[in-house]
C-alpha cells in the first residue's frame, strides 16, 4: 500500500507525517497537489499547514484543487483519507466531512498539548483503543474551532460520527480543557464513510517516541485497518 501525504503551497506538515507513517513501516509518499493521486494510491493524507496562507478561509483555496475531486472519489470507493489540522480545514471545505473550523475563542495560535476523548473504538482511526480512553496528542492552530449548525451537530452525534472530544486527564468534558471553543468539545469527526476522518489535533506529532508521547500512533495505524476493511 502507498500512502499518498498531499503537498499544497504552505504545507509544513507533511515530512512528519511521512516520518511518522515510516516508522510505523506503513509505505508513504508526499505527492505535489498538481500532480494528482500516484494509482497505486491505498491511502490519503492531507498534512497540516498554512496552505496558500490561509487566505480567504483556512484550507479553502487548497479544497478547490482538482486533486480533491480525485481524493472524493477515493474516498467513496473506500480508500481511507485523514485530514489533520490544515488538513482538516481543507477536509470541511472540500464537503469530505461536515462542519467547519474558524478562529479560536481566544483569537490566539495556540500550541500545546491537549486530552482528547475518544468516542469510539470501532472505527480504523480508534481501533487501537478504547471507547472513553484519554489519550494525549498536542494542537498548533489559530483556527480549529470547530462550528457546525444545532441541528446538524444533533444528526453528527445520532449517527455516532464524533471520533474525538477535548477533555481533561479524568476524561470529563469540560470548559477549560476545551482548547478553541469547539462546539460540544469537539476535536475530530468522521465523514460518510467512517474511513474518513478528520482532526485538529496532530496524531503525527505523538508518534515517534524520541520528540515525546506516542498516543498518536494509533489514530494513524488507522492506515492499516482502513485498507484492510
Known amino acids: 500500500m502507498t500512502v499518498a501525504i498531499i503537498r499544497f503551497g504552505g504545507s509544513n506538515c507533511d515530512r512528519d507525517a511521512e516520518r511518522a507513517l515510516e516508522h510505523l513501516e506503513v509505505d508513504a509518499e508526499i505527492v505535489w497537489h498538481e500532480d494528482g493521486l500516484p494509482e497505486d494510491t491505498t491511502g490519503v493524507v492531507l498534512p497540516g499547514g498554512f496552505s496558500y496562507g490561509d487566505y480567504l478561509r483556512a484550507g479553502a483555496m487548497a479544497a478547490r484543487s482538482p486533486i480533491l475531486e480525485e481524493v472524493r472519489e477515493a474516498a467513496a470507493d473506500g480508500v481511507p483519507v485523514l485530514g ?36 469510539r473504538d470501532d472505527t480504523p482511526w480508534t481501533a487501537a483503543y478504547e471507547e472513553g480512553e484519554v489519550i494525549e496528542v498536542p494542537i498548533a492552530h489559530g483556527e480549529g474551532r470547530y462550528e457546525i449548525a444545532d441541528d446538524r451537530l444533533e444528526e453528527l452525534e445520532a449517527d455516532d460520527r464524533i471520533l474525538f472530544r477535548y477533555c481533561d486527564a479524568d476524561g470529563k468534558l469540560t470548559e477549560e480543557a476545551n482548547p478553541n471553543g469547539s462546539k460540544n468539545n469537539v476535536a475530530g469527526v468522521l465523514g460518510e464513510r467512517e474511513t474518513v476522518a478528520v482532526l485538529m489535533p496532530h496524531p503525527e506529532r505523538a508518534t515517534l517516541p524520541d520528540i515525546g508521547p506516542t498516543d498518536g500512533q494509533g489514530i494513524l495505524r488507522g492506515f492499516d485497518g482502513a485498507s484492510g476493511a
Not at 482538516?88 to 474558524?102: D, H, K, V
Open 84 to 119: 489533520v489540522c490544515n488538513g482538516a480545514q481543507i477536509g470541511c471545505e472540500s464537503g469530505l466531512t461536515e462542519g467547519a473550523f474558524t478562529t479560536n475563542e481566544s483569537a490566539r495560535f495556540q500550541c500545546e498539548h491537549v486530552y482528547l476523548r475518544v468516542e
